[in-house]
């Protein structure tokens, strides 16, 4: 999914609005090569590159022994 940043983004920010996590912030710098050329502090405009947010995991069903 691509995005666009809004004044004063940093990386990890629009991660955390569009997938709910900044994990893998590594494969995403990967996938935008293009971010090295900015500061931590981007300006808007800059199109992002996002991975597909991984579904989340299934709860297991708990069994209790004693109430």
């Known amino acids: 999914m691509d995005v666009r940043?809004?004044?004063n983004d940093t990386?990890?920010?629009v991660m955390?609005?569009?997938l709910?996590?900044?994990?893998?912030i590594e494969r995403v710098i990967e996938i935008?090569?293009?971010?090295r050329h900015y500061s931590p502090v981007l300006p808007a405009g800059v199109?992002?590159?996002l991975p597909?947010?991984?579904p989340a995991p299934q709860t297991k069903k708990?069994?209790?022994l004693w109430d």
């Open 62 to 64: 708990m069994v209790k």
């Open 20 to 24: 709910g996590t900044t994990e893998n």
């Open 32 to 35: 935008n090569r293009h971010l």
């Open 47 to 49: 199109v992002i590159t």
């Open 16 to 18: 955390w609005r569009y």
């Open 52 to 54: 597909e947010a991984a």
């Open 11 to 13: 990386l990890d920010s």
């Open 5 to 7: 940043t809004v004044q």
